[in-house]
């Protein structure tokens, strides 16, 4: 699956990261293409090479929200 990372921060500072297939996704301005994984934990880590604060979309990628 394909996954990228929005490049505006979150009110709360996070960068979020979705999947191809996330609704919210159509609504991210700005998004870097991070990749082909095979769960969000390995998108979660590329993500961190670039933002620090990274979190995963609560739609689809619950696994790697912190909530």
């Known amino acids: 699956m394909i996954y990228y990372v929005d490049d505006n921060a979150k009110p709360t500072g996070e960068h979020e990261i979705h999947t191809e297939y996330c609704d919210r996704l159509k609504e991210v301005e700005s998004k870097r293409r991070l ?7 390995g998108a979660l880590q590329k993500a961190r090479e670039i933002y620090p604060n990274v979190d995963g979309c609560v739609h689809c990628c619950s696994e790697c929200h912190k909530g």
């Open 35 to 41: 990749g082909d994984f095979v769960n969000c934990f």
